[in-house]
């Protein structure tokens, strides 16, 4: 079968302005930055993307943007999760015609740790839409009582459903999905600082909120990957896992945003409840990237 999500994806950014406004006109810039650096694909209004801190208009809105400005050159993929079943399932409904290529969605946020919950919520998600859907393993949200297994025979039940976003640093489990899928599932894994592991254990691609500042260095490890050269590509991992603890260190998602600040393609700050980055961690980040060997890009 064909599996849309193959590679390196960042999980676009979401551009405000400096009044905490979606800034569309940002966008282009931000896009044209990642396609001219090699990304396979975007993830839009997930995590990294605010998409629980937008409004339905402002995520519509995002998405008609963000495939107008990316005119066909890599797919796209709208999350319409993190909020209402019933906004999620508008979403859906619109997403082929904004343009995306395939929708996705978190779990209930009311009812997280609960399958049959999450399978109400994915299949209404799922019949709202004729392009592919693609649901969240996150670790957090997940009923550790349920095994690979019983949940890709809940997920039957999900119209439309063609892969997983799994957030999760157990990869046993990860494999065993992909193992009992038998090559129907288009398995993605989530953890930016397990890029390499995700690999080794059969994903088909990689969507991570770092991509969004180290395309190339994470493209790199992906080809290298591919081409067998495995070392290269551990090594590769163990760079930017030195840059994602500095972003550990002094906010992830506000430090992502300043260094696409610093490099000429604005995004402005992070809405509440994510802080800005501070002054000192400001300095924390300049001073952290500088020491390090090798160029982040």
Same mark, same amino acid.
């Given at each position: 079968?064909?599996?849309?999500?193959?590679?390196?994806?960042?999980?676009?950014?979401?551009? @405000?302005?400096? $009044?905490?406004?979606?800034?569309?006109? +940002?966008?282009?810039? %931000?896009?044209?930055?990642?396609?001219?650096?090699?990304?396979?694909?975007? @993830?839009? !209004?997930?995590?990294?993307?605010?998409? &629980?801190?937008?409004?339905?208009?402002?995520?519509?809105?995002?998405?008609?943007?963000? !495939?107008?400005?990316?005119?066909?050159?890599?797919?796209?993929?709208?999350?319409?999760?993190? !909020?209402?079943?019933?906004?999620?399932?508008?979403?859906?409904?619109?997403?082929?015609? %904004?343009?995306?290529?395939?929708?996705?969605?978190?779990?209930?946020?009311?009812?997280?740790?609960?399958?049959?919950?999450?399978?109400?919520? #994915?299949?209404?998600?799922?019949?709202?839409?004729?392009?592919?859907?693609?649901? #969240?393993?996150?670790? +957090?949200?997940?009923?550790?009582?349920?095994?690979?297994?019983?949940?890709?025979?809940?997920?039957?039940?999900?119209?439309?459903?063609?892969?997983?976003?799994?957030?999760?640093?157990? @990869?046993?489990?990860?494999?065993? %999905?992909?193992? /009992?899928?038998?090559?129907? /599932?288009?398995?993605? !894994?989530?953890?930016?600082?397990?890029?390499?592991?995700?690999?080794?254990?059969?994903?088909?691609?990689?969507? $991570?909120?770092? #991509?969004?500042?180290?395309?190339? =260095?994470? /493209?790199? =490890? #992906?080809?290298?990957?591919?081409?067998?050269?495995?070392?290269?590509?551990?090594?590769?991992?163990?760079?930017?896992? &030195?840059?994602?603890?500095?972003?550990?260190?002094?906010?992830?998602?506000?430090?992502?945003?300043?260094?696409?600040?610093?490099?000429?393609?604005?995004?402005?700050?992070?809405?509440?409840?994510?802080? &800005?980055?501070?002054?000192?961690?400001?300095?924390? %980040?300049?001073?952290?990237?500088?020491?390090?060997?090798?160029?982040?890009?």
């Amino acid at each position: 079968m064909s599996k849309l999500v193959q590679g390196i994806w960042p999980a676009l950014c979401t551009p @405000f302005d400096e $009044g905490l406004e979606l800034s569309t006109c +940002r966008v282009a810039p %931000l896009v044209r930055h990642l396609v001219d650096a090699g990304s396979n694909g975007f @993830f839009i !209004t997930g995590g990294t993307g605010e998409g &629980r801190q937008m409004s339905v208009a402002e995520r519509r809105r995002m998405c008609e943007t963000v !495939t107008r400005d990316v005119a066909g050159q890599v797919p796209v993929v709208f999350h319409v999760g993190g !909020t209402t079943t019933e906004d999620a399932v508008v979403l859906a409904s619109e997403a082929g015609a %904004l343009g995306a290529d395939a929708v996705a969605s978190v779990a209930p946020a009311d009812q997280p740790n609960d399958l049959a919950a999450a399978v109400r919520h #994915y299949a209404a998600i799922g019949s709202a839409s004729e392009v592919p859907f693609y649901v #969240y393993w996150l670790a +957090r949200d997940v009923d550790g009582q349920v095994t690979p297994g019983q949940f890709l025979e809940a997920m039957d039940a999900v119209p439309n459903f063609a892969g997983i976003k799994f957030t999760d640093p157990n @990869f046993f489990v990860f494999q065993q %999905l992909v193992d /009992l899928a038998g090559g129907r /599932l288009n398995a993605i !894994t989530g953890p930016d600082e397990m890029c390499v592991a995700g690999f080794v254990m059969s994903s088909d691609g990689a969507i $991570g909120s770092t #991509y969004n500042i180290m395309p190339r =260095m994470f /493209l790199r =490890m #992906y080809n290298a990957f591919l081409s067998g050269r495995i070392q290269e590509a551990m090594e590769l991992q163990v760079q930017a896992n &030195r840059v994602i603890a500095l972003l550990i260190a002094v906010g992830v998602l506000a430090g992502i945003k300043k260094m696409l600040e610093w490099r000429g393609v604005p995004v402005g700050p992070p809405r509440p409840p994510t802080a &800005r980055l501070s002054a000192e961690g400001e300095d924390r %980040l300049r001073t952290g990237l500088d020491a390090l060997d090798f160029d982040v890009v």
